[in-house]
């Protein structure tokens, strides 16, 4: 395979990658809601009231702290809620 094809081919599957990505996102949170209070520390999946950004949670089972589940299983996990501690 010539070089300029190569390179044709790379971009490309890096371009489908990336839009399959912004596709799927919506799809993903179907069927999710925000569990409250289980996260492990540095594990949350968005900004918290002490930080900023996803990841950033300073404590294990930090209660403003969240990750998506699967509707209907964060009230069956110990220790979650799906409204946050104020």
């Given at each position: 395979?010539?070089?300029?094809?190569?390179?044709?081919?790379?971009?490309?599957?890096?371009?489908?990658?990336?839009?399959?990505?912004?596709?799927?996102?919506?799809?993903?949170?179907?069927?999710?809601?925000?569990?409250?209070?289980?996260?492990?520390?540095?594990?949350?999946?968005?900004?918290?009231?002490?930080?900023?950004?996803?990841?950033?949670?300073?404590?294990?089972?930090?209660?403003?702290?969240?990750?998506?589940?699967?509707?209907?299983?964060?009230?069956?996990i110990s220790g979650g809620k799906l409204v946050k501690k104020k």
């Amino acid at each position: 395979m010539k070089k300029s094809n190569l390179a044709l081919v790379a971009t490309i599957s890096a371009i489908a990658a990336v839009g399959s990505t912004f596709v799927s996102a919506p799809a993903m949170a179907a069927g999710k809601e925000k569990c409250y209070g289980i996260a492990v520390a540095g594990k949350n999946d968005c900004a918290t009231k002490t930080s900023s950004c996803a990841g950033t949670s300073t404590i294990d089972k930090q209660a403003d702290a969240f990750i998506a589940v699967p509707t209907g299983l964060c009230k069956r996990i110990s220790g979650g809620k799906l409204v946050k501690k104020k």
